[in-house]
């Protein structure tokens, strides 16, 4: 079972997207247990106020340290483990990628900070274990790149998907983007499936989806293609 404490100003934020498809299965079957925490109620100022001016000047606020402190330790005490994650949403993190996913999927608790405004005082960083983004762009708070890190998280947690081979087929977890899919009719529009995905002939199948992947990543994604250690048969497939 994976504990996730959401550490945020807007807890009202993942009410929708939590209680649906893969990540509802998960909390009610008890694999994923997610615990909302809004910072503001670690606020020790009368109107709640958990940000203020950034010392030298400059534009913005900027999320003050006691609250968050204060909510990462109450979310500490709630799930005692010594497999334990403290997250900080940042565009100056590490990107985050399938490999990170999978990886924080085998801890215990993870702990996840959902900044706003300018972003938080640097002295959040010295409580973290890591700093993570989901991409070079900017968004109006850590909510939407924490909701984004749970359900690929999820994903991997054992017995969330319905199939254990679901999460190994799907696009990234090679370091490839997937194959073309197709379902009936066989025929829509004069657009018609693949003949060899007709054939039944299963190692046909297979060679034909992994050139496909292999097609697509290197035209897509040079980044990724780059990256792979190609076997002398997918060069042959290539060919």
Known sequence: MLQIHILTLFPEFFAGPLD??????????????????????????PHKKVDDYPYGGGCGMVMKPEPIFEAVEYAVSDFKSDKRRIILMSPKGKLFDNHLARNLSMEQHLVIICGHYEGVDERVKTIITDEISIGDYILTGGEVPALALVDATARFVPGVLGSHESSQNESFCEGLLEYPQYTRPEVYRDLKVPEVLLSGNHKEIERYRRREALKITRERRPDLFSKLELSDNDKKLLE
């Open 20 to 45: 649906v498809s893969i990540l509802k299965r998960a909390r009610e079957k008890d694999l994923v247990r997610i615990n909302l925490v809004n910072i503001r109620d670690f606020s020790h100022d």
